[in-house]
């Protein structure tokens, strides 16, 4: 899979603060892993279902100045909650989000963009064993199923306390958001919005202002 907008948006919203362990589920080929690197002194597990991908992120991890902090296992989240013993201040995932939806001919893309390998209850569920009580769950999701899964989060105790909607072009309607979760419920959720594009197809002066640190050409 190559680096997209979402794993981009996600890794520049996170704020890591003072993580000291990381957890990226379904880093693909590791952008958002090192995004959280070059923004934090954590260390960072990255895992994924798809063995290519895997080998691609610990390809990347080992190019990168933060690689003695860094690494890629190829592993399903499931198998990851099951064996793991330890927990994490910060966990990331842009999961397969595609459910029932039409199917890609190629195998790997059908793996991380469809959610028959990792349901919403998997998910919340393992990220309640993996994440320290103080901990935040950071996850991109498409802007209709927010409702779901901010219900499907507070099943396992975890509340939504921040939330970006995204907006694709200014006459079109949202079509991502942006979560934050943890285990204390906010007293108000706090809500922002941004733009990606303008009308021209230019991005906008806030995409550009949130992504600046992570694009070599802006």
């Known amino acids: 899979m190559k680096?997209?907008?979402d794993a981009v948006l996600l890794g520049s919203w996170v704020c890591p603060g003072n993580a000291a362990e990381i957890l990226d589920i379904g880093t693909g080929c590791g952008v958002i892993a090192l995004?959280?690197?070059?923004?934090?002194?954590?260390?960072i597990t990255a895992i994924d279902i798809d063995r290519d991908s895997a080998s691609q992120a610990s390809q990347n991890f080992g190019s990168s100045i933060w690689t003695d902090r860094m690494m890629a296992l190829h592993v399903s989240f499931m198998d990851f909650v099951n064996h793991h013993n330890g927990q994490f201040d910060l966990i990331t995932a842009n999961p397969p989000w595609f459910s029932n939806s039409l199917k890609s001919p190629h195998r790997s893309r059908n793996i991380?963009?469809?959610?028959?390998?990792?349901?919403?209850?998997?998910?919340?569920?393992?990220?309640?064993?993996?994440?320290?009580?103080?901990?935040s769950f950071y996850i991109i999701i498409p802007a209709d199923s927010a409702s779901s899964t901010a219900l499907t989060a507070r099943e396992y105790s975890?509340?939504?306390n921040r939330q970006m909607i995204v907006r694709p072009k200014p006459e079109k309607?949202?079509?991502?958001i942006l979560m934050e979760f943890s285990f204390t419920a906010p007293d108000q959720l706090f809500t922002e919005e941004?733009?990606?594009?303008?009308?021209?197809?230019?991005?906008?002066?806030?995409?550009?202002?949130?992504?600046?640190?992570f694009y070599l050409d802006f």
């Open 35 to 43: 995004m959280m690197a070059q923004k934090s002194k954590a260390s």
């Open 194 to 213: 941004i733009t990606i594009r303008n009308s021209d197809n230019s991005f906008t002066d806030a995409y550009l202002a949130m992504t600046k640190d």
């Open 173 to 176: 309607d949202p079509n991502r």
């Open 112 to 135: 991380a963009r469809h959610d028959d390998l990792l349901k919403p209850d998997d998910l919340f569920s393992g990220v309640k064993k993996l994440l320290t009580q103080n901990g």
């Open 158 to 160: 975890l509340f939504l």
């Open 3 to 5: 680096v997209g907008t």
